[in-house]
């Protein structure tokens, strides 16, 4: 019997009853953590970018490019805040005379930064 091009290019296959079943594993891929931004980043490509998730799963690099995006994300979103603080005039003095208003600043502006990390690096 004639190879098949599986066969050819080194794969194998399995007896299960009466079927032959192909041995495919997923190459190996390093654990790395992923954080928050990374899991809705997951969450998006498997909902709308179907075939870039199966491309990036079988090939063995979604947990490298998610902890990327992450690591992106995450310095995006501290640069943002810093940068908005120091426009916005929020500083310790602020904090320390009224906290009520340093808190509520701060919480806009953590908004504000997630928006723009959600837009240009999650959902795009």
């Not at 190879?3 to 032959?20: A, N, P, S, V």
């Not at 090939?59 to 943002?80: C, H, M, P, V, W």
Request: aromatic share 8%; with cysteine.
């Amino acid at each position: 019997m004639a190879k098949t091009i599986f066969e050819e290019l080194g794969g194998k296959y399995e007896r299960q009853g009466d079927y032959l079943i192909p041995c495919i594993a997923l190459p190996a891929e390093e654990e790395q953590p992923i954080g928050t931004w990374g899991q809705r980043h997951l969450d998006y490509l498997k909902q709308y970018r179907k075939v870039t998730y199966t491309n990036l799963l079988t090939s063995g690099r979604l947990n490298t490019y998610l902890a990327d995006i992450d690591k992106q994300a995450q310095e995006r979103f501290e640069r943002l805040i810093e940068g908005m603080k120091q426009t916005q005039g929020i500083t310790e003095q602020l904090k320390a005379d009224n906290a009520l208003e340093w808190t509520g600043r701060l919480n806009n502006i953590r908004v504000c930064a997630r928006e723009i990390v959600n837009e240009g690096i999650i959902y795009a």
